[in-house]
């Protein structure tokens, strides 16, 4: 099983989101059961020099991008075990951004063109699925099914496409059918890529896909319904046929309190009472009274809407009311930056707010919290409380796409969960959680073994990775 791993990030090389964790970690336990996968990306300006000093050309060629031809070069280097390719073009990638440019829809059409292009290229490769995500790629299987449909170097490729969040969705003018993606005006039909008055690279992924899947099973039957639908929820429904959900696991190497060289005290399961010692050293770090007693809840977080921040906003005071402090790491909408901003001065013995981002303390921040807040609106799969599990620190989430799938309530009769979890996208619904939660945090008893559960919760890509090997077989089989 050959598959080509096509994504506009990966780790360690670019990051801005979730999906470069998913194409770093994936294919590496992909690697571990017998697929060949490579993984294919935009060689950015940003990335390290320590990384492009490794890179060797593997070829040079030309792309059609409507009626120009531009320059392409293809680079690889071997990360971690596993290949990776770099499509060069300094015009489109050499940029402070990797998106959010008024050519978007130039730089990700010659991109996706490229990913196809390059595979004439590969020695000894040629793959049996091309694995796409999100809109970046979406008209990879366009491009395959028009532009390469009777090229014999092509026969036989599938493709598998991943939505990672429904709400980008690389929506352009109808004039790019012909400026850049080659295609005449009958593709401008609501049974292809027209969307309302334009185009949509989305629509195309999920329309020319052999496979279309999301990143939780939860997620894969809420966005067949208006609310979370992002106005795709009829398409959804009228290809259910072919549309499945995979949660995402965490790479267990690098999120591991055992190994986490950023924690102040390393621990596992077995050596759980280190946790503390994490909590107590984070507090005098961030000049916040040193109580082991205290539950300490952590977020980690862009600070945007979607992430549940208006719910934190109607019921802070209310939150720091109680006896517990509350640590916050992150950066994105200004009103939410500046609300934290506020409550720290408001309550500084209670609350740090860091407004930015330092790998460094989010891993204190999961190690030394004693649970983690995320409330989201909505969440495809979510990686914060994956790792908050790894480190034995309790969710309080809302339940919803992933984080449904993977936090488990606790249940007071039974003992059993390994977090919290509310329903209704309600402050206080959340609130009454929260304070649940602080009044159970007193029974040590209780709390150890939600920790252990936990801790002992299978979120690893091991599980998942042999889906997506289900998923790749079933196309060899069509």
């Known amino acids: 099983m050959k598959v080509l791993f096509a994504a506009s990030e990966a780790a360690p090389f670019l990051k801005t989101g979730g999906l470069a964790d998913v194409a770093y970690a994936l294919p590496k336990a992909l690697k571990k059961i017998a697929v060949d996968v490579r993984v294919i990306l935009p060689k950015y300006g940003k990335i390290s020099d320590k990384f492009k000093d490794q890179m060797k050309k593997v070829a040079e060629f030309k792309v059609q991008v409507g009626w120009r031809n531009q320059y392409c070069g293809l680079e690889t280097l071997e990360y971690d075990g596993i290949t990776f390719y770099f499509v060069d073009n300094e015009y489109y990638f050499k940029r402070e951004e990797p998106y959010g440019h008024f050519d978007d829809g130039e730089i990700f059409t010659f991109f996706s063109r490229a990913v196809l292009e390059s595979i004439k290229y590969l020695e000894n490769f040629k793959p049996d699925v091309i694995h796409c995500n999100d809109w970046h790629t979406g008209v990879v299987p366009l491009f395959l099914k028009t532009h390469y449909a009777y090229d014999v170097r092509y026969q036989g490729i599938k493709t598998v496409y991943t939505i990672h969040n429904l709400k980008y969705q690389g929506v352009f003018s109808k004039a790019i059918l012909g400026e850049l993606l080659n295609l005449d005006d009958s593709f401008y039909a609501e049974d292809k890529i027209k969307f309302y008055d334009g185009i949509s690279f989305m629509k195309a992924g999920i329309m020319y896909s052999d496979i279309v899947n999301t990143v939780s099973k939860s997620y894969s039957e809420e966005i067949r319904t208006p609310y979370f639908g992002e106005n795709l929820d009829g398409l959804l429904n009228g290809v259910s046929y072919k549309l499945y959900g995979i949660v995402n696991g965490i790479d267990y190497e690098e999120h591991n309190p055992s190994t986490d060289k ?54 802070i005071d209310d939150i720091l009311r109680l006896d517990v402090q509350f640590v916050v790491v992150g950066t994105g909408d200004k009103s939410y930056e500046d609300m934290f901003r506020y409550y720290n001065y408001k309550y500084k013995n209670k609350m740090f707010g860091y407004i930015g981002f330092d790998s460094k303390l989010a891993a204190q921040v999961y190690a030394g919290s004693d649970m983690f807040l995320m409330p989201s609106q909505f969440e495809p799969c979510g990686i914060g409380q994956l790792i908050a599990l790894r480190y034995g620190t309790l969710p309080i989430v809302r339940e919803t796409g992933g984080l449904k799938d993977t936090v488990i309530p606790y249940d007071k009769y039974k003992g059993t969960g390994n977090g919290f979890s509310f329903t209704n996208y309600n402050a206080h619904d959340m609130l009454h959680v929260i304070e649940e939660a602080v009044e159970l945090y007193k029974d040590k008893k209780v709390w150890r073994k939600l920790q252990e559960n936990a801790m002992n919760s299978e979120i690893s890509w091991k599980e998942s990775a042999l889906k997506y090997k289900e998923l790749y077989s079933k196309l060899g089989q069509k």
């Open 262 to 315: 950023h924690i102040f005290k390393q621990y596992d399961k077995k050596t759980l009472d280190y946790k503390v010692v994490n909590k107590l050293k984070l507090q005098e770090e961030l000049g916040l009274p040193v109580r082991e007693d205290v539950p300490m809840i952590g977020l980690v977080s862009r600070l945007v809407s979607q992430k549940g921040l208006d719910l934190i906003t109607r019921v």
